[in-house]
């Protein structure tokens, strides 16, 4: 079952220690401990390709409300996103995957710069400031980034993995989940993105 395989990945490396790579802007991870996360992310998709979930919050159920920091010291809380389509991605400092993700997540947010869509990036590593700032900068993305103070978001979630990209209807439903940044992640969420929009029915999603 798809909780039971969740479950076992969670025991068996904890979210805290999962980054397959290294940062573009820092030394990259032991190549050990990327091939043993590696291998465990493969073992989760050969079981279920493509259903990602969360330890506490299921698909289907209203997220819990947020009310987090932005880089600028500004509140950012979750009524701010009612009635629009969210894509919140938790990111780790420092970890190559994270910046790809935000990056592929930036050019589907263009890409659908006529409706109502939403980017939000989020991390609980306060103490990296100057390190998002430097990526949000070098990459080009004029998008918020606030931080989990606390782990409060982090633990009601019941994250899994880094990075965690959550695509949240506009009355506050989880509608999606994908772990991690594999080599189909671009497409993958550009897909879920156009069916909350309504540019595809579920038979294309298919």
């Known amino acids: 079952p798809i909780t039971l395989a969740a479950a076992t990945i969670s025991m068996a490396i904890p979210a805290w220690t999962w980054s397959t790579s290294g940062s573009l802007f820092a030394t990259q991870e032991p190549q050990e401990k990327a091939k043993e996360i590696n291998a465990v992310v493969d073992k989760f998709d050969a079981i279920n390709p493509h259903v990602d979930s969360l330890r506490r919050l299921q698909t289907g159920?209203?997220?819990?409300?947020?009310?987090?920091?932005?880089?600028?010291g500004k509140l950012i809380q979750s009524k701010d996103y009612e009635g629009r389509t969210l894509i919140l991605i938790?990111?780790?400092?420092?970890?190559?995957?994270?910046?790809?993700?935000?990056?592929?997540?930036?050019?589907?947010?263009?890409?659908?710069?006529d409706s109502a869509l939403d980017l939000l990036l989020v991390s609980a590593d306060k103490n990296h400031r100057e390190y998002f700032a430097t990526l949000l900068k070098e990459a080009h993305l004029n998008i918020p980034l606030?931080?989990?103070?606390?782990?409060?978001?982090y633990s009601e979630l019941g994250l899994i993995a880094f990075p965690t990209t959550l695509l949240i209807r506009p009355d506050g439903v989880l509608d999606h989940v994908i772990l991690t940044r594999r080599s189909d992640y671009s497409h993958l969420l550009d897909t879920f993105v156009a069916h909350a929009l309504g540019k595809i029915d579920s038979d294309t999603m298919e």
């Open 61 to 72: 159920t209203a997220m819990p409300p947020f009310a987090l920091t932005g880089m600028d």
């Open 90 to 113: 938790y990111l780790s400092a420092e970890q190559r995957n994270s910046e790809h993700a935000a990056a592929d997540a930036n050019r589907i947010l263009k890409k659908y710069s």
């Open 146 to 153: 606030a931080f989990d103070d606390g782990h409060k978001l």
